[in-house]
């Protein structure tokens, strides 16, 4: 516990020795606190550009799953399912278990 304190008392100093050498009672002036805003304010002289990549017209056939992804998704997703189902029921079996133990007891 001691060694515990040791390093909370010296991260708390590294932290503070981490500090401005500033005056902490100068106030924030708007020189200070934001950036000049210039470049944002100038009227932009480039137009937007178009990309004819956006607008080609893609088959939806080409980007469609095919059968055989559509059917090996399938089936994983019921083994997954399947081992969720086995997994339940042994915490059932668990908790019935459990509470013949507790009764017996």
Known sequence: MKKLA???ALGSL???A???T???STEAMPDTVEMPADEALEPV???PAEDPAVLEEVD???TAPSLETTEEAAE???NVAAEAA???EAASAAAAAAEISEEIN
Do not use: M
């Open 86 to 88: 086995a997994a339940a």
């Open 22 to 24: 500033d005056d902490a």
């Open 76 to 78: 994983a997703a019921a």
């Open 14 to 16: 590294g932290l503070a």
């Open 18 to 20: 981490c500090g401005s």
């Open 45 to 47: 002289a480039e137009e």
């Open 6 to 8: 040791v390093i909370a």
């Open 60 to 62: 939806p056939a080409d």
